[in-house]
């Protein structure tokens, strides 16, 4: 798991049991962090007396917020799900009615599993229910919590509780259920004082090799964060990126192209976030392919569609995934396939002109609007005689001629007074028409020599500064296939 060092970013959790003494404090310590609020405790009648209104005031300064609820298993969900379902509904509801219909918080839900009641001592088993089935009552819990609201919850527990054979005595394969909900970590460094040095990290807990946060310390300090508690006491946590809590945003720049015999290529650009672990893509709401995490900002993959008919329109939308499995949704994108083509036939669609370039030497010719040319001729002679069968003259071809190139832009006198220059002094120099073909690392060119002929500069009411220049070709041009 991630280092006491790297975890360097301290926030906190807090309920009613803290009262707010210094609200202008409070706001300047979790600026830019966030703050985790209890929703209910382990009596569930009613809600944490402080949530829905800590939460709108933090709300009205920018500062993230997310609530955990207090859960109470008793039951075999194997027997009877009532128990988790009502529990699981409560805090959806308490969610939504804190953050807006459909809003469950600024950073993940947690569900916060560990000791409570009035026996002694407080463990699973005294509840009715082992480790097993603790773990299966979690899991349901985090299953219809999903469906419900298609939002990821974290799981806040401490290995003690979770693990001691006098606690949950939760075995590896108990663990193992639970390893893709997010782990808020509580372990204390009053237990855990190895944890304390710079270098050391809590080990690794069952399934899971790193935490969305750890609870590193029930401090004696709620008076620096402008708090007032009876033992001077708040939770204080750690993590080293606050992505880590928050849902993983969506992907943006979405595009979809028909690139070949029945695929498509989809590209986008990933969040930036210091968890993202890849992407995926769906078409007409159907999952079709998983993105592994690339280099650079844009992702890029090729997609299969050869189940779809042509002529289909295709409803295109990516997921962003976080290490913890959470996912933010992209717009979506329309895209209607178009017959089957090879993908040598591709090549034959036509090209808009966007993109096409002139280059002189290897330098590209800046603020161009229109190229006009190559225009290739061929003078002839005439072999008519009194015996020319058919009627017609008959001609043989002579010299060619590769006529001229026109080009016009807007002017800028550090990108076209070369041209200028060449005019003046009748030198000839090498260009490049270079043409943006599909599918290709270089496009179509014609290569060349010419000399400039002509040039002039314009300039009309409400329109920019224009040019235009004549290149006549000298000797034969080259037209180059794509590459």
Not at 178 to 195: G, I, R, T, V
């Amino acid at each position: 798991m991630q280092t006491r060092g790297s975890a360097n970013l301290l926030f906190i959790d807090f309920s009613s049991y803290q009262t707010i003494v210094d609200q202008n404090l409070l706001i300047s310590k979790l600026s830019g962090k966030g703050a985790i609020l209890r929703a209910y405790g382990s009596d569930h009648t009613t809600r944490d007396s402080t949530f829905l209104d800590r939460v709108a005031m933090f709300k009205s300064v920018g500062i993230p917020t997310g609530g955990y609820y207090f859960a109470t298993p008793t039951t075999d969900p194997a027997i009877d799900t009532s128990e988790i379902d009502a529990q699981c509904d409560q805090f959806i509801a308490v969610l939504e009615l804190a953050y807006g219909t459909g809003n469950y918080g600024d950073i993940i839900p947690m569900l916060d599993v560990e000791s409570w009641g009035s026996t002694t001592p407080q463990h699973p088993m005294d509840y009715g229910i082992t480790g097993t089935k603790l773990a299966d009552w979690v899991v349901h819990f985090k299953d219809r919590f999903f469906t419900k609201t298609k939002r990821r919850l974290g799981f806040y527990s401490n290995r003690y509780f979770l693990t001691d054979a006098t606690q949950g005595a939760m075995s590896s394969a108990d663990l193992d259920k639970l390893k893709l909900m997010p782990l808020w970590l509580a372990e204390y460094d009053s237990y855990y004082p190895n944890n304390t040095i710079d270098t050391n990290a809590p080990a690794n807990l069952g399934g899971w090799t790193t935490y969305v946060a750890w609870q590193s310390s029930g401090t004696d300090s709620a008076s620096d964060w402008g708090l007032s508690q009876g033992s001077n006491q708040v939770d204080l946590n750690r993590t080293d990126s606050m992505d880590r809590l928050f849902p993983c945003p969506p992907p943006y720049n979405i595009s979809a192209t028909q690139t070949a015999d029945n695929t498509i290529t989809v590209t986008f650009d990933k969040p930036n976030i210091t968890d993202y672990n890849g992407g995926d893509v769906y078409i007409n709401g159907a999952w079709k392919v998983f993105i592994p995490k690339q280099t650079g900002s844009t992702q890029t993959v090729n997609v299969d569609v050869t189940a779809y008919a042509d002529y289909s329109d295709l409803e295109i939308q990516v997921t962003a995934e976080d290490l913890t499995g959470d996912l933010g949704w992209s717009e979506k994108v329309y895209l209607n396939l178009k017959p089957t083509l090879a993908e040598s036939e591709l090549n034959n669609v036509p090209i808009a002109a966007q993109g096409t370039v002139l280059k002189k030497g290897t330098t590209a010719i800046a603020e161009l609007s229109s190229i006009d040319g190559v225009s290739v001729s061929a003078d002839t002679v005439e072999t008519t005689t009194l015996d020319t069968v058919g009627g017609y003259r008959t001609f043989i071809g002579s010299l060619k001629d590769a006529g001229e190139v026109s080009i016009s832009g807007h002017f800028v006198y550090s990108a076209h007074n070369s041209l200028m220059a060449d005019f003046e002094s009748g030198v000839s120099n090498s260009y490049t028409i270079e043409f943006p073909d599909k599918l290709t690392t270089t496009g179509t060119k014609w290569t060349f020599t010419a000399i400039v002929t002509a040039f002039s500069t314009g300039a009309s009411l409400e329109d920019l500064i224009g040019f235009d220049a004549t290149l006549k070709v000298s000797g034969k041009p080259t037209l180059s296939a794509p590459v």
